[in-house]
């Protein structure tokens, strides 16, 4: 590492932007094998989304008195189904495979997994998975795996700039060549250049308004590789998690339901017997959701209000005690009712991307020296529905799989590249940049804009869809979009400045919100999580194909389609 007086550029031979699960572990990897790289995160990677993870990780370990059969296939055909067959299936099955490695892996460098009393790992049931496979540490899994994996990075030295925002890549010659941040704590811009990035910046929950995601996971990490000229892939297929808190869609786990909870309406029904008579409250998120909310839209909500009720309470105080703590506590904090004696008012919430930086079963984009892993990139394993339990997953699957491809890559590679003139553009595009957004009259609000742009993704992209209201949507957000020049700072001071920060994600953040609204609109199907009510079929001949967005300058994203990796598993209609 080097830092050229006065200029702040400073060289690693590979970043890893995004400091979760996914970056870290591509960073372990890497460091293992002698790479000199560095993890550049807004949040201190104990910080980070990942941490949030509550119900657990799949692997077809075979633990659970009732998963004895289980297998890697199964697990794969699972995930496929689940996914309404979008998913690519050999990228699948090397997930599915590679799982119990995985589980063991992270057990060995420390995970407390919970267990059963001979010791072996305890699985218990999720959604859309025929056997037990679910992996888990109490409601904490997510907080678990970071941990575990922020000692394995310090215990390797890996350098970590903490309390950085990236805001651009730096591109050269056709070649990712590093990323410009803003250091929140000095007050100023570095750039930081590389042979090879990785992005691993997470999910963009936040472009809608009822989401389970925290503050920092915008979608501004995909919206740079795609303003860089990478496609996103399936960008139209959102999860919404069936049981957000009412009051602030804070998420009660699906191990609620995996221990045994059931959903209720306001006449006490069962009601997911209606929609799911086999796997009922486990059948997958995309069925849940959309039962729920047909539940509440057709007036069975409770007391005819907007929500059902999550029903934990035949469970008893010790089983909740033992296995769903967290989520007891986030109740009786956040909705003012306490599981073991009342019913958790629940409703549909934002909770997952499944498309993003279209990558390779490595990481790779098309961007040369760009990869992507995690929750930001589209693999893609989920295709339109995730399995709960498969994302912790693939984090560390696909995280590690870019590790070990950006290593063999650069052994490839001649030396280091030069502090080149690429670096310095950067650096001052985006100086003039926030300049130009200091010395703003702004007629305008960065904040206001922002709030039309989540309430308009709530409300016409949703989990019903339908044209004519999409259209709105998509007009909506493009008079957001003539709105941004006329933004411009608050606060005009050097450190810590949030608010910068968050005026320039805006405009990423729109650009996501875009890909979203366009592909939806043109997927003339329904598939997943995608339901459209003018079009309520699945349409195989039409519509077995990926949707690859391209940004274009001001105008919408070029739409293209891409073919979906089959072969193991033939498409049939789904029946839980
Ligand atoms: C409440 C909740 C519960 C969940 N429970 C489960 C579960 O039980 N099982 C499961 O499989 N999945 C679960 N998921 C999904 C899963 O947790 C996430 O998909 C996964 O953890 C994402 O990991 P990641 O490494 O891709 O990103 P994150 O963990 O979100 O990390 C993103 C990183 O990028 C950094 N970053 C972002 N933007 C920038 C920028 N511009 N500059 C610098 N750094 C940046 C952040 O600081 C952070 O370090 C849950 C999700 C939520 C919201």
């Not at 000095?186 to 992005?199: H, K, L, N, S, Y």
Request: charged share 25%; glycine share 12%.
């Amino acid at each position: 590492m080097s830092i050229d007086g006065g200029e702040r550029v400073i060289r690693h031979q590979l970043l890893v932007v995004g400091g979760g699960l996914a970056g870290l572990r591509a960073a372990v990897e890497a460091k293992g094998a002698g790479i000199d790289v560095a993890i550049l995160s807004q949040v201190h990677p104990g910080r980070s989304h990942s941490g949030a993870a509550q119900g657990g990780i799949n692997a077809a370990l075979a633990n659970n008195p009732e998963g004895h059969d289980d297998t890697a296939e199964k697990h794969a055909f699972d995930t496929v189904k689940g996914s309404d067959y979008l998913a690519d299936q050999d990228a699948v099955y090397q997930m599915t495979q590679d799982a119990p490695r995985v589980i063991f892996e992270m057990e060995h460098w420390g995970c407390p997994f919970s267990r059963y009393d001979d010791g072996r790992i305890s699985q218990r049931p999720f959604g859309g998975a025929g056997f037990p496979r679910t992996c888990y540490g109490a409601d904490k899994t997510g907080h678990y795996l970071l941990h575990t994996l922020v000692e394995q990075a310090y215990r390797r030295q890996v350098t970590m700039y903490i309390e950085q925002f990236v805001t651009g890549l730096i591109v050269a010659d056709g070649r990712c060549r590093g990323a410009v941040a803003y250091d929140m704590i000095r007050g100023g811009f570095e750039a930081f250049v590389a042979d090879a990035v990785i992005i691993a910046t997470g999910g963009a929950g936040r472009t809608y308004s009822n989401t389970t995601n925290a503050i920092i996971s915008t979608g501004y990490g995909a919206a740079m590789a795609y303003q860089a000229g990478v496609p996103l892939k399936d960008m139209e297929f959102i999860q919404f998690h069936p049981t957000g808190l009412y009051s602030t869609n804070i998420l009660m786990t699906e191990g609620c339901r995996g221990e045994g909870a059931y959903l209720l309406n306001d006449l006490g029904e069962r009601f997911m017997e209606r929609y799911a008579p086999k796997m009922m409250e486990l059948a997958p998120r995309d069925i849940t959701a959309r039962s729920i909310w047909t539940e509440i839209l057709e007036g069975r909500g409770i007391g005819g209000k907007g929500f059902v009720y999550l029903d934990l309470r035949h469970l008893g105080e010790k089983k909740i005690a033992e296995k769903l703590p967290g989520i007891r506590d986030l109740a009786i904090h956040f909705e003012g009712v306490d599981p073991v004696t009342d019913p958790v008012p629940i409703v549909p919430s934002q909770h997952y991307t499944m498309g993003g930086i279209d990558t390779d079963a490595d990481g790779r984009s098309a961007m040369p020296g760009l990869y992507a892993a995690g929750e930001c990139a589209c693999v893609s394993v989920h295709g339109a529905n995730r399995l709960g339990g498969n994302s912790l997953l693939e984090t560390i699957v696909f995280g590690r799989r870019a590790g070990r491809a950006v290593t063999s890559e650069l052994e490839g590679l001649d030396g280091r590249v030069a502090v080149d003139e690429a670096a310095r553009e950067a650096l001052g595009a985006v100086q003039a940049r926030v300049d130009r957004l200091a010395r703003s009259a702004a007629s305008d609000d960065a904040y206001a804009i922002r709030a039309d742009m989540i309430d308009i993704m709530k409300t016409h992209f949703g989990i019903f869809r339908e044209a004519r209201q999409m259209q709105e949507g998509i007009d909506k957000l493009f008079a957001l979009k003539e709105r941004l020049p006329f933004i411009g700072l608050r606060h005009a001071g050097g450190v810590f400045n949030l608010d910068m920060i968050r005026t320039i994600e805006l405009e990423g953040m729109l650009d996501v919100a875009l890909a979203t609204a366009v592909g939806a609109f043109r997927r003339t199907e329904s598939r997943g999580s995608h339901a459209r009510t003018d079009y309520p079929n699945r349409d195989d001949e039409h519509w077995l194909s990926h949707t690859l967005a391209t940004w274009r300058p001001g105008g919408p994203p070029a739409l293209s389609a891409a073919p979906v990796g089959l072969g193991m598993f033939e498409p049939q209609e789904r029946k839980y």
